[in-house]
C-alpha cells in the first residue's frame, strides 16, 4: 500500500519550454500532496504544499508564477515549470499524505523527476 | 524555527563494521522522527520511525531511539552490508510538514 507514483520519471527540453510533472497517489486518497526539489549532494527542499481543490501553498523564495501546482482529484496533483530555463534542472519529487490521517505527519514519497533542461 | 542537523559525509565503512549517524533536532511541540534513504538512481523510503520520546524506530537492522533530553535520534546498524550504500535523511514532522537534515552518504566497501 500507500504508493506513489511520478510521470515522467526523467525529461530534457529546451529552454523556454514548459514541462509538466504529474504525481499520482495510485492506492490511497491524497488530500495533501508535497513538491520538493533536491539539488546535487543536497537535502530536501520544500517548494509549495499542494492541497485538493484549493491553492498551493508555495514556500518563501519559490515562485508560484514559474511552478504552477494543481491539485485536482484526491489522486493527483501536477507541477508545471514554466518557460524553464537551465537552473531549473534539478530533480523534483512529490510526496502525499493519506487522507484518512496519519498521525505521525507521514508522507509517502514518488520516485522523483530528473529534469535537465538544455 | 523547527531544524534537524545530521552528521556531514560522506561516511566510507568496510562491511560488517558499526555505523552511527548522528542526527540532533530543534523542535516546539512533540514532533515526529524519520530517518529516510535513498539509494542510488531511487526514491527516497521510509527507514523507519519513532512518534514520541523513548521510542525506538527500527528496520532492515537499523535502529534509532527518540532521545527527547539530548534532542537526538541517531542512527545505528551493528554491522553494516554494501548493499547498505545509499544516502541517508534524518527528518522532523511537526506542523504538518517535514524537516529535513543534509543527508549523509553512506559507502560500504566489501
Redesign the interface.
Not at chain 2, 42 to 46: A, F, R, T, W
Not at chain 2, 100 to 103: A, F, Q, V, Y
Given at each position: 500500500g500507500a504508493v506513489v507514483s511520478q510521470h515522467p520519471s526523467r525529461v530534457i527540453c529546451k529552454s523556454g519550454t514548459s514541462v509538466k510533472i504529474e504525481c499520482r497517489s495510485l492506492d490511497f486518497q491524497a488530500t495533501t500532496m508535497f513538491w520538493y526539489r533536491q539539488f546535487p549532494k543536497q537535502s530536501l527542499m520544500l517548494m509549495a504544499t499542494s492541497n485538493e481543490g484549493s491553492k498551493a501553498t508555495y514556500e518563501q523564495g519559490v515562485e508560484k508564477d514559474k511552478f504552477l501546482i494543481n491539485h485536482a482529484s484526491l489522486t493527483l496533483s501536477t507541477l508545471t515549470v514554466t518557460s524553464a530555463h537551465p537552473e531549473d534542472s534539478s530533480f523534483y519529487i512529490c510526496s502525499a499524505r493519506d487522507s484518512r490521517g496519519t498521525p505521525n505527519n507521514e508522507q509517502f514519497f514518488g520516485p522523483g523527476t530528473r529534469l535537465t533542461v538544455l | 524555527g523547527d531544524s534537524v542537523t545530521q552528521m556531514e559525509g560522506p561516511v566510507t565503512l568496510s562491511e560488517e563494521a558499526f555505523l552511527t549517524i548522528n542526527c540532533t533536532y530543534t523542535a516546539t511541540g512533540y514532533p515526529?522522527l524519520?530517518w529516510?534513504v535513498q539509494y542510488p538512481g531511487?526514491?527516497?523510503?521510509?527507514l523507519l520511525?519513532a512518534?514520541k520520546a523513548d521510542d525506538k524506530g527500527s528496520n532492515k537492522g537499523f535502529e534509532a531511539t527518540y532521545r527527547k533530553e539530548t534532542t537526538s535520534f541517531h542512527l545505528e546498524k551493528g554491522s553494516v552490508q554494501v548493499s547498505d550504500s545509499a544516502v541517508y535523511?534524518c527528518a522532523l514532522?511537526?506542523n504538518?510538514?517535514?524537516i529535513?537534515?543534509?543527508?549523509t552518504?553512506l559507502a560500504v566497501n566489501p
Open positions: - | 515526529s524519520f529516510y531511487e526514491g527516497l523510503q521510509l520511525k512518534t535523511f514532522g511537526n504538518r510538514k517535514l529535513w537534515g543534509l543527508g552518504s
